[in-house]
């Protein structure tokens, strides 16, 4: 084989090798897709994370300590308003009630008889009285002694006397069962205290004591949540949450459930986190789920405003260069970045400002040549 031979086959062969490269390696590492942008109207939204919490839970518990009577409920149990949950067994306060009524009964009982005896007294003195008035005429008339007088008019104030003091046992009586009834009522009122009734309508989310346990005093016997109460507590950037306002609508998403819920920002702790820089934002359910779960984590995003006639791309065209947020402009083949205004963000959509509809923008790929300025590339 003559030379020329085989330097035009090793030509051949590197030709078909750069050929080879440029098609199969070159060019698709400089081929891009593109894309155009368009105009819509966005919702501005901002998220954050937060748990499920409540606004109000009460701790039901019994002042007094004592034996736990009659007490059923469970975690995750519904109860009413106003309904009996427990006893606290009040040992001899009962009796001592029985004791004190049957005192009671027993002055009044006195007193029944004082009034029969203040009658007879009241009879006495009337004719004491008249015998009095009698001889008090026949002294003026010196028909009988001085002595003889007031021996009759010893009598009839002796009678008097008599009804005076019935009147005033029997004021001392009634004056005894004013004390005891105050006495009955006010243990009638700590008897009330053993007594166990729930103070709002919900759910129980704690049981902290069972039956026939033994308790201290104050000690909580279990925790209830009112599910008007129910929201979630988000904690937002402050760097986003300026624009958040009472009244918002919202979405929560639970962790333990893909379900997107409708929700609206019902208050805005006006003191900020100094540690984290977060603000503290109440989002309540508008539908609050059941059951519900406290501490569960839920992720939150919360509509800001709506925008309209704003330019749009895909989230993956954004790029950063020279610590600038961008896109990668194509103008003859060539593409050259542009530092943009995100305005706002939705799902897999940007809205931003500083490109112009009819632009044509490269999509950045990580398995190709990183993009630069001016540079030459292939586009579809």
């Not at 009522?185 to 729930?198: H, N, P, T």
């Not at 104050?218 to 009244?247: C, H, M």
């Not at 939150?300 to 610590?323: F, M, Q, T």
Request: aromatic residues 10%.
């Amino acid at each position: 084989m003559s030379k020329i031979i085989r330097y035009f086959i090793y030509v051949v062969i590197i030709a078909l090798v750069g050929f080879g490269f440029y098609k199969k390696v070159y060019l698709p590492k400089h081929t891009f897709k593109s894309v155009k942008p368009y105009k819509g109207s966005m919702d501005i939204v901002v998220n954050g994370i937060g748990n499920v919490g409540a606004k109000n839970i009460y701790k039901v518990g019994s002042v007094y300590g004592g034996e736990v009577l009659g007490f059923e409920l469970n975690e995750g149990d519904y109860v009413e308003k106003g309904s009996l949950v427990a006893t606290i067994d009040s040992v001899d306060l009962r009796d001592k009630i029985k004791e004190q009524e049957a005192l009671k009964n027993k002055l009044l009982k006195d007193i029944e008889g004082l009034k029969i005896d203040k009658k007879s007294a009241a009879v006495n003195y009337k004719y004491q009285n008249e015998v009095y008035l009698k001889n008090k005429k026949l002294y003026k008339l010196h028909s009988i002694s001085y002595l003889d007088y007031q021996k009759y008019f010893t009598a009839m104030e002796s009678a008097k006397l008599k009804i005076e003091s019935i009147k005033a046992h029997i004021s001392s009586l009634k004056e005894q069962i004013k004390q005891i009834d105050a006495a009955i009522e006010g243990l009638k009122k700590r008897l009330q205290r053993y007594v166990i009734f729930s103070p709002i309508s919900g759910y129980v989310t704690k049981k902290l004591a069972v039956n026939h346990q033994t308790i201290i005093p104050n000690q909580t016997l279990f925790e209830v949540v009112n599910p008007k109460d129910v929201w979630v507590r988000a904690y937002i950037d402050t760097r986003v949450s300026g624009e958040v306002k009472i009244g918002d609508k919202a979405t929560l998403q639970l962790r333990s459930s893909k379900k997107i819920y409708s929700a609206k920002v019902v208050s805005i702790n006006p003191v900020n986190n100094p540690i984290t820089y977060e603000r503290e934002i109440d989002i309540k359910f508008d539908d609050l789920p059941m059951p519900f779960y406290l501490e569960e984590q839920a992720s939150v995003k919360i509509e800001i405003k709506r925008v309209k006639d704003i330019i749009k791309v895909p989230a993956n065209v954004l790029s950063s260069y020279k610590g600038k947020s961008g896109v990668w402009i194509i103008k003859k083949d060539r593409v050259y970045f542009k530092a943009v205004n995100i305005v706002a963000y939705e799902d897999k959509t940007v809205g931003l400002r500083g490109v112009s509809e009819d632009a044509s923008i490269a999509v950045p790929d990580n398995k190709k040549i990183t993009l630069k300025n001016g540079m030459k590339i292939y586009h579809d």
